[in-house]
């Protein structure tokens, strides 16, 4: 019986999609300008709860737009993880400075005892401004990943930010709709815990336009820079009149009207994402298969990603050829931005569970449109490969 091919992360295109892009197209609002960028834009703020959100092009965008928002300058440091997809740190890049590879805990998010550890062991503080003894770097910031949805330990990285006087930047791009539900920051989300927070909308995310981002600042001074940063900085909209070098990272109407049907989505995408990792851990129990990795306790996750850990002698990439040839698209998690070739010679700092966690981790099938049979299927298939 010949059987469908299962992905691993697909757009779910269900809604009212069409319709809005259809609206968007019929009145020529095409481009840049029109009313869908700010229902979107309004939509997802209210969705997280954050007086304002900027759309723009990607959240790679996103990130470069917070960093300069953030004051990092051409020679200054910013802490990254290195356990990240490399468009949480390539932006560092982008402004002239120089990032600092650190280590993750077991949320395989930043460690924030490594972190603190960094602060005050490598670095010295005066005069408000932390930097690193042997290279004389100012650091400025820090961006924390919220891996795979889940919610990085941000009690504690705020804290050390508010010692040492680092701006906070959220990689929220994999964790929209993650939220504290227990502790200090209970009910709020993912993305506006920092001074800067940052949503895509790739195809691979839990809500997609295409291609696209979202910026959350939380002071409203910055919303407005953002804003104005994004649209070629322009100081007076008809006389083209320009007060610093800015970008041409806005969004479009036809992206944001996807958008628009996408969020209305939302709340039952994060539904099925859930019952999803539920299912598969009864079935991976009930075969005596490893538990997939969890999400943080004390918040309620978008459980974007499926992270199954394998034990360390099991040949993980021969295992993901076999489960292609079965039909099921799996991926490791992401090479150590360390090992990269643009990043071999940064800095860094105390890295060892990312090195274990690099090579034992696979994920699985994921999408909101994953069925029961399908998820049936992926663990039968496991328990014969590896049971
Ligand atoms: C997807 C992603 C990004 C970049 O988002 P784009 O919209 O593709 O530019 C950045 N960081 C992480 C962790 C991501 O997963």
């Given at each position: 019986m010949p059987t469908e091919r299962i992905s691993l992360s697909v757009p779910n295109v269900q809604g009212r999609e069409i319709e809005y892009v259809t609206d968007a197209l019929s009145t020529?609002?095409?481009s840049t300008a029109g009313s869908y960028v700010s229902s979107f834009e309004e939509s997802v703020a209210r969705f997280v709860g954050a007086p304002r959100a900027v759309a723009c092009q990607s959240g790679t965008a996103g990130l470069h737009i917070a960093l300069l928002l953030a004051g990092v300058q051409p020679d200054d440091a910013v802490l990254v993880p290195t356990l990240t997809f490399i468009a949480a740190v390539n932006p560092v890049k982008y402004v002239g400075a120089h990032p600092v590879l650190m280590d993750c805990d077991d949320s395989l998010c930043l460690d924030p005892v490594k972190l603190e550890r960094y602060c005050k062991e490598e670095c010295a503080f005066s005069e408000g401004v932390?930097?690193?003894?042997?290279?004389?770097r100012a650091i400025k910031a820090i961006v924390v990943v919220h891996v795979f949805g889940n919610m990085a330990d941000m009690?504690?990285?705020?804290?050390?930010?508010?010692?040492?006087?680092?701006?906070?930047?959220?990689?929220?791009?994999?964790?929209?709709g993650t939220k504290y539900t227990e502790g200090p920051y209970a009910g709020r989300f993912a993305g506006t815990l920092g001074d800067f927070g940052v949503f895509s909308f790739n195809g691979n995310k839990i809500i997609t336009t295409g291609g696209g981002g979202m910026i959350i600042a939380r002071r409203s001074e910055d919303s407005d820079r953002a804003a104005h940063l994004t649209t070629q900085a322009k100081s007076d909209s008809v006389r083209y009149e320009h007060d610093e070098v800015g970008y041409n990272y806005r969004l479009t109407n036809v992206q944001a009207a996807i958008g628009v049907a996408q969020m209305e989505c939302l709340e039952r995408f994060i539904d099925a994402k859930n019952d999803n990792y539920n299912r598969y851990q009864t079935l991976l129990r009930q075969v005596g298969l490893p538990a997939l990795w969890p999400f943080r306790g004390?918040?309620?996750?978008?459980?974007?990603?499926?992270?199954?850990?394998?034990?360390?002698?099991?040949?993980?990439?021969?295992?993901?050829?076999?489960?292609?040839?079965?039909?099921?698209?799996?991926?490791p998690i992401w090479g150590l931005i360390h090992e990269q070739a643009p990043y071999a010679d940064d800095e860094t700092y105390a890295i060892e569970q990312a090195s274990r966690f690099r090579s034992s981790i696979l994920n699985l099938p994921?999408?909101?449109?994953?069925?029961?049979?399908e998820i049936v299927r992926v663990v039968e298939v496991l328990k014969g490969l590896i049971g």
């Amino acid at each position: 019986m010949p059987t469908e091919r299962i992905s691993l992360s697909v757009p779910n295109v269900q809604g009212r999609e069409i319709e809005y892009v259809t609206d968007a197209l019929s009145t020529g609002w095409v481009s840049t300008a029109g009313s869908y960028v700010s229902s979107f834009e309004e939509s997802v703020a209210r969705f997280v709860g954050a007086p304002r959100a900027v759309a723009c092009q990607s959240g790679t965008a996103g990130l470069h737009i917070a960093l300069l928002l953030a004051g990092v300058q051409p020679d200054d440091a910013v802490l990254v993880p290195t356990l990240t997809f490399i468009a949480a740190v390539n932006p560092v890049k982008y402004v002239g400075a120089h990032p600092v590879l650190m280590d993750c805990d077991d949320s395989l998010c930043l460690d924030p005892v490594k972190l603190e550890r960094y602060c005050k062991e490598e670095c010295a503080f005066s005069e408000g401004v932390l930097r690193n003894r042997e290279t004389g770097r100012a650091i400025k910031a820090i961006v924390v990943v919220h891996v795979f949805g889940n919610m990085a330990d941000m009690v504690a990285i705020n804290d050390v930010a508010r010692r040492f006087n680092l701006r906070v930047i959220e990689d929220a791009t994999e964790a929209l709709g993650t939220k504290y539900t227990e502790g200090p920051y209970a009910g709020r989300f993912a993305g506006t815990l920092g001074d800067f927070g940052v949503f895509s909308f790739n195809g691979n995310k839990i809500i997609t336009t295409g291609g696209g981002g979202m910026i959350i600042a939380r002071r409203s001074e910055d919303s407005d820079r953002a804003a104005h940063l994004t649209t070629q900085a322009k100081s007076d909209s008809v006389r083209y009149e320009h007060d610093e070098v800015g970008y041409n990272y806005r969004l479009t109407n036809v992206q944001a009207a996807i958008g628009v049907a996408q969020m209305e989505c939302l709340e039952r995408f994060i539904d099925a994402k859930n019952d999803n990792y539920n299912r598969y851990q009864t079935l991976l129990r009930q075969v005596g298969l490893p538990a997939l990795w969890p999400f943080r306790g004390g918040t309620r996750s978008n459980k974007w990603f499926y992270s199954l850990p394998l034990p360390e002698e099991l040949d993980r990439d021969r295992l993901m050829g076999q489960l292609a040839e079965e039909g099921i698209q799996t991926r490791p998690i992401w090479g150590l931005i360390h090992e990269q070739a643009p990043y071999a010679d940064d800095e860094t700092y105390a890295i060892e569970q990312a090195s274990r966690f690099r090579s034992s981790i696979l994920n699985l099938p994921c999408s909101t449109s994953l069925t029961e049979e399908e998820i049936v299927r992926v663990v039968e298939v496991l328990k014969g490969l590896i049971g």
